[in-house]
T-cell receptor, first 115, second 111 residues
Framework: GQQLNQSPQSMFIQEGEDVSMNCTSSSIFNTWLWYKQDPGEGPVLLIALYKAGELTSNGRLTAQFGITRKDSFLNISASIPSDVGIYFC???????????????FGAGTQVVVTP | DADVTQTPRNRITKTGKRIMLECSQT?????MYWYRQDPGLGLRLIYYSFDVKDINKGEISDGYSVSRQAQAKFSLSLESAIPNQTALYFCATSDFGQRQFFGPGTRLTVL
């Protein structure tokens, strides 16, 4: 079952504010991914992280692979209305028979942006 | 054109009916996946396939079956649909960097 804890579950923010969310795992991960899902659509990949400590940006989005390899963070700066949606973290653990080629997903953070 | 397509996008059916959801991809990836999404539960893996001759169960495979007809095609079947299989279903492909790319989803309602 799911082993990723993603928080917060939801957040209501005003346009222009910065947003932060995070994911923690009970085990070490080799890969962290962040996705965004718009209503009625499939998740879209935002950022992929492969090394502990890695900090990667994609426009106003910045994500970090935690030093302990058990967590990851996503920040959205200067939010705009189109940032509304559900953001998911996903990760892959060490290359064991059980985890190889599979991702574990967080339950998602619902972001609502008000004007 | 979308890299990962799913048909149908919406389906309403009755308990006991057999349903097939289809997925096609043009990304050239060997790995394909089927997920189910329920509110508040995120994405749960149903089945996955690493190549045409490889099929593996995920965490919630009971009541589902799959067929990998070709590298580009992976279908999901519900042999006898039940109401608690009402959900959003997503197909995904993966490259060797573990990045997964999702289709637009199928909304299935079982009455």
């Amino acid at each position: 079952g799911q082993q990723l804890n993603q928080s917060p579950q939801s957040m209501f923010i005003q346009e222009g504010e910065d947003v932060s969310m995070n994911c923690t795992s009970s085990s070490i991960f080799n890969t962290w991914l962040w996705y965004k899902q718009d209503p009625g659509e499939g998740p879209v990949l935002l950022i992929a992280l492969y090394k502990a400590g890695e900090l990667t940006s994609n426009g106003r989005l910045t994500a970090q692979f935690g030093i302990t390899r058990k967590d990851s963070f996503l920040n959205i700066s200067a939010s705009i209305p189109s940032d509304v949606g559900i953001y998911f973290c996903a990760g892959q653990g060490p290359m064991t028979t059980d985890s190889w080629g599979k991702l574990q997903f967080g339950a998602g953070t619902q972001v609502v942006v008000t004007p | 054109d979308a890299d990962v397509t799913q048909t149908p996008r919406n389906r309403i059916t009755k308990t006991g009916k057999r349903i097939m959801l289809e997925c096609s991809q043009t990304k050239g990836h060997d790995r394909m996946y089927w997920y189910r999404q329920d509110p508040g539960l995120g994405l749960r893996l149903i089945y996955y396939s690493f190549d045409v001759k490889d099929i593996n169960k995920g965490e919630i495979s009971d009541g589902y079956s799959v067929s990998r007809q070709a590298q580009a095609k992976f279908s999901l079947s519900l042999e006898s649909a039940i109401p608690n299989q009402t959900a959003l279903y997503f197909c995904a492909t993966s490259d060797f960097g573990q990045r997964q790319f999702f289709g637009p989803g199928t909304r299935l309602t079982v009455l």
